[in-house]
């Protein structure tokens, strides 16, 4: 047995005895958990029990999709790795058999075994087996914490991969991790970047990770007035995971630009202003996870060109998860990036 933050139910974690995971079969690694991000997307099934269509039907569940650990036992087959190794884990495991998988795309199979994923097993516990192939090793120079920050920061490098070759400047909405993340990859290509937000906290520490300009959005100034202030860019990252993040972002970017929607909505349907877009003949982008840029971000951080210390504001064991899914939710004590460390 092993310990693991279970959610019970919607709003309410508890740490239990569950049964540890199987000895790891041929491709696999047996994994102790060292740290674990939490995830915005976590927090939507903390609170509703669903992503739009994905559904927790069977509780309890183990939530978590951003670990960081250290190799226990290989199974037969494994090259390139032995206990004691250090390990960013990728958290999708696709099928490697259909259209999207055989043309390179494998973040968008329709098969993808992901951590925490209703059904499935989450990473906020003690151990996990995963596929060999699922696993980057990191140097001991970067920290559990940072290591567990590599999944987001791999999503913010495929998002800037996804656009083409950045302006020479654009803009992110929302300065959660997700934003913060891509700031950082902007920044280490030397692209300037404009940062919005509407919580203090984040903009503070978008200015301390390289923003050139930060802007505090707020509800009661008019629309067209905050789209004005981040300047006419020709990129915009859509980070907020709200409809009004949405919405200044289609407003913000200039005619013939692009907007990429990086952020998790709550509902199934997101209003969106079509006619501005249309208006402008802007691309949109959809951005979902990331693909193989994991290793990527393991060497920008281990490298020193990108700093995720910034971010990582918050740490503490399983008997933690609760008290930072609360904290995440109100966006309370200056939370940016919550990581239990089991």
Partial sequence: MMRAAVLVRPRRIEVRRVPSPPPPGRGEALVR??????????????????IGSQ?????PQVLGHEPAGEVVRTGPGVRGLKPGDRVAIEPAVPCGRCRECRTGRHNICAQVKFLGLPGRPGALAEYLVMPAANLVKV????TPAETAALEPLAIGLH????????PRSAAIIGA???????????????????????????LRVARRMGAAATIRISPRRPMVAQATSLGDPALVFEAGGTPSAVDLA???????????????????????????????????????????????AARLVASGRINLQPMLTHRGGLAATARFFSLVNRRA??????????
Avoid: Q
């Fill in 333 to 342: 004590d200056g939370v940016i990036k919550a990581v239990i460390e089991p």
């Fill in 250 to 296: 289609l407003r913000a970017v200039r005619p013939g630009g692009k907007v990429a929607l990086v952020g998790i909505m709550d509902g199934s349907l997101t209003p969106v202003n079509l006619h501005v877009a249309r208006r402008k003949e802007m691309t949109i982008l959809n951005v979902r996870r990331s693909n193989g840029e994991l290793a990527a």
């Fill in 176 to 202: 959660g991790p997700v934003g913060l993340c891509l700031l950082a990859a902007l920044r280490s290509g030397g692209t300037r970047v404009t940062v919005a937000d509407f919580v203090p906290a984040r």
């Fill in 139 to 142: 140097p001991a120079r970067v």
């Fill in 33 to 50: 958990v060292t740290a674990v991000g939490i995830c915005r997307s976590d927090l939507h099934y903390w609170l509703h029990g669903r």
């Fill in 159 to 166: 998002a800037v991969r996804l656009v083409g070759k950045p």
């Fill in 55 to 59: 559904v927790i039907r069977r509780w």
